[in-house]
């Protein structure tokens, strides 16, 4: 592959834990992971969801007195969803099933011809969903950006230091400070996870996948269970 084939793309050969891999053999891997990716989607969804009908906005909970019960009830919830869009955005492994090492499986001018491929030979409308790879390497772009933007950065060093490790000081934070993790983090994290991932479940199975309705049934749900409760503001 040479400079100008990989000109604009998000390929980074040395990171990508399948590239020693045939394209037909990403393109089964992808198969057999993305149903576990699209499940912690839908988890994270509803996590989302849920938290939001109870506190829309978490930013100002972290200032709060910790012992507060109420405090401690918020900030457990809005700690298990951070975690798991952490999950969702893990980077790129070699059994993972992240948006990452979904990515980095389809990322290959090889995968995308033998994508293209298949799809004209099996999938209805083929010649025409062809067109549709455009739209897929946009999302593997889409995908790249977030890996490497700050709010992706800002969540896992929230996820490393206040969730997972009984630390003071990350790694991350040797080179570059963050602050602590906010409700619009998530947020965004989430709505370029719904975006990618419909294309990607599409260049799979050749299906189109309505994850906005069913994050809209998610909210409905959780608005209808939690709306009624009324919740105090932290006590300072």
Partial sequence: MNKDERKGRNL??????????????????????????????????????????????????????????????????????????????????????????????????????????RIEAGYPGGAQNAAKLEPLKAALDLIGSAEISDTLKCVRNHRHKHIAHPILKTRQERNQSFELAQAADNEELIAIAIKAISTLAWA?????????????????????????????PPDF
């Avoid at 709060?64 to 919830?77: G, K, L, Q, R, Y």
Wanted: charged share 25%.
């Fill in 12 to 117: 980074r050969p040395k990171d990508n834990p399948f590239v020693d891999l045939a394209p037909d053999e990403r393109i089964q891997i992808v198969h057999m992971r993305l149903e576990h990716t699209k499940d912690l989607l839908l988890e994270v969804i509803r996590l989302n969801e849920q938290r939001r009908a109870i506190v829309p906005i978490f930013d100002q909970y972290w200032a709060a007195t910790p012992d507060n019960t109420i405090v401690t009830f918020v900030v457990t919830i809005v700690q298990f969803e951070i975690s798991h869009v952490c999950r969702l955005w893990d980077g790129a492994e070699l059994s993972g099933y992240g948006l990452p090492s979904i990515a980095a499986l389809l990322d290959s001018h090889d995968v995308l011809r033998l994508v293209a491929k």
């Fill in 204 to 232: 799979a199975s050749g299906q189109d996948v309505d994850y906005e309705a069913f994050r809209l049934d998610a909210q409905s749900a959780a608005q209808h269970f939690f709306g009624s409760v009324q919740w105090p």
